[in-house]
């Protein structure tokens, strides 16, 4: 049944029961208890009368639509929009037709990373699939009159030895008669633009943190590079705005921080491509977001300064910005109404889950748009500062139980994913549990995290993994020295790449850990490329290194080949759907730890890939955790 909580998430494989100490708030229930429900990436329709977004409130995450009115919040929880066809349909990307006619959606069947593109009928009619027999399909941009869509489409074969392995095919496709015109090939290629006339269509591709645009002209086949060069850019994204011959690019590219950026084009007869002016930078924040208003003279912006988001609306004519306040610590999405007087803005704070919020343009009060942002008590998390054992100075959030107990007690040091990502002052029902039951927990950025500029994100790439691993020692030797922590009882742990650096830290320096949990991490490189997707593979390269070129330094950094170094308790997690960091790499490290009869558990997650999207399940996944963080080492 869609929403229901699984009978049990564990499997023969387990070697520990599901029992333990379940640690219990004022009210008495688990801790880490139901993950409240959350609304995000709320969008008008073109005519402003609607408003859709995504919501788990039924459990997994679906598009809800109601009507939008013009003050105060949306009544209930609108109209759930079905999709046909798919089981667990989970849907990550939502985006408006311009005519209002279509919804279209990324969905990712129970959390996997094989994504289908859906069109939903706005009024509750049946949905229609795009290129339905693809391996994987992907969200790009509408032209302007919402008769053709930009999508991406993967193969799940390729010839993993060539330069060409995990590319996709950039297309646009008639969403009336199903014809497709083919615009490239290229790693993580997505359609960002499209302009007005039909004529020109921006083009994204590159590996991870090499991305670059292209400008292409329809009509005459010529492509003009925008963004990018031998480097190229973490951050690439471009619009057209309302100037014909003006695009808004928001990007990184010869620079540290991701700014916005006008580039003027010519005339599509001459290709004409100006230098890119710049419109907002900062030289100590990187912009997260940029959104354009119908008219497309404003602009919304949204920083990432020190962790927090700032938000400014900007005049593109005037040049001018101006602040308005945040209605959370951490925003994740903006978008304008119809009239342009309001921003509707997705944010979550260490209390607050995922919700919507109008903010005035004018600089009036934001007010609550989708009911049920439920305010919970949580500590505020202290930024902390420490430096790398080669010098770099790193930084984290320390969130310290607002009770501490007589005597030592224990901690936990999470790593997040990515790397190319950040541990921010957001909602963490874990992390509110674990704190709750008296754990401090660290959590900290450490190089190849993004937040820092380029070069910081750059600082662990291939050959430099090794100086991010040590980071965590560095981490867990500054955890180890706050006030209230005992050093004896630090619990390691982690996600996807803060998985993989859990496993690490454990193979490289044991004694500095009194267990590990580790959450669909890779355990052993060259076979997570030869498992993993190609066009998860492919992009991947300039991040972890080639397996063709780099076999050997693969092999060095894998914890599985240093797996009997590891003694301390693990709890190994993974979702069964997930074909990111392939299920084999739980297996493998399972197996290589319980074959020696050292501690290890594996808990599989069913209707699960790498995202864990039912919140049921992550809420039971999360006590489940923190019930093994308590009895490894008391709370």
Known sequence: MEGAVPAALSTPQ??????????????????????????????????????????????RPRVHVAPLPANGPVRGTGTVLPVDGITHPDVTVLTWSPDGSRIAVQVAPAGGDRTRLVLLDPAGGPSREIAPTAAAVSLGAWAPTGRRLGVTICGSGGDPATDGYGAGTACLIDVQDGSSVVLGTGQAAVVQAISADGRRVVLRTGRRGRRRLELLDLRTGARDRLVGGPIGAFTATARFGAAPGTLWVHTDAGREHSALLAVAVGPAADHRIAPARTVAARPDADLDHVVLDPSGTHAALVWNAGGHSELEVADLRAGRRRRLPAPADVLTAVSFTRDGTALLATGQSPGVPPHVTRVPVDGGTPTPLLPGASWLPAPRPERAGLTGEDGLELAGWLHRPERPGDRPGPALLWLHGGPESEERPGWSPLIRGLVAAGVTVFTPNLRGSSGRGAAFARADDRERRHFSINDVAAAARHLAGVDGVDPARIVVAGRSYGGYLTLAALTRYPELFAGGVDICGMADLPSFYAGTEPWIAGPAYPEYGDPRTDRALLEELSPLARADRIGVPLLVVHGENDTNVPLRQAHAIHRALADRGAPVELMLLPDEGHEVLDRHTRARANDRILRWVLGTVGG
């Open 14 to 59: 387990d070697t520990g029961p599901d029992t333990g100490p379940r640690a219990t708030g004022p009210a008495g229930g688990a801790v880490a208890g139901p993950d409240a429900a959350g609304h995000r990436d709320a969008v008008p329709s073109p005519d402003g009368t609607r408003v859709a977004w995504i919501s788990d409130v039924t459990g």
